[in-house]
């Protein structure tokens, strides 16, 4: 079983928006921060956002009042709201849970900004 299944990526123009998802089984959601990394062409993969157990979220600069992270309780789901969407957003999307002892990965969804 796969832990960790992202859906949502696609095709946008510049300014637009996409919501990922990333579902996972109950127990990971309850105890593992959320993480969302990206990985464009030719460069290293990076955190774009973060959500703990508790709610608290960061982002990397790039993103910040255009991304949102959030956990859906009733859904065992992080999703990730991505407004005003640039090129350079063009990506793979990962989603990720990390509890410092285990790490798990989706298996990445594309993201194209272009117009």
């Known amino acids: 079983q796969v832990p960790l299944v992202e859906s949502g990526g696609g095709l946008v123009q510049p300014g637009g928006s996409l919501r990922l998802s990333c579902a996972t089984s109950v127990t990971i959601f309850v105890r593992y921060t959320l993480n969302w990394y990206r990985q464009a062409p030719g460069k290293q993969r990076e955190l774009v956002a973060t959500i703990t157990t508790g709610g608290n979220t960061n982002y990397v600069d790039s993103v910040k009042g255009r991304f949102t992270i959030s956990r859906d309780n009733a859904k065992n789901t992080v999703n990730l709201q991505m407004n005003n969407l640039k090129p350079e957003d063009t990506a793979v999307y990962y989603c990720?849970?990390?509890?410092?002892?285990?790490?798990?990965w989706g298996q990445g969804t594309q993201v194209t900004v272009s117009s």
């Open positions: 990720n849970a990390d509890n410092r002892i285990s790490n798990y």
